[in-house]
């Protein structure tokens, strides 16, 4: 099976207010998962700003 990144609707709405929150949340938690995908750590996501 391939390799997948889940996001949860109601996690991510409980943060947010509006739908250019939403979008922001979604592309940062992406981009955070597709870091650990690469192997890299919480705090090397922090220091690139992808934490």
Known sequence: MPDKISIFQEHIEAVCETDDEVREQV???VLHELGHYFGID???????GMG
């Open 27 to 29: 592309r940062k938690t």
């Open 42 to 48: 919480d705090d090397r996501l922090d220091e690139l």
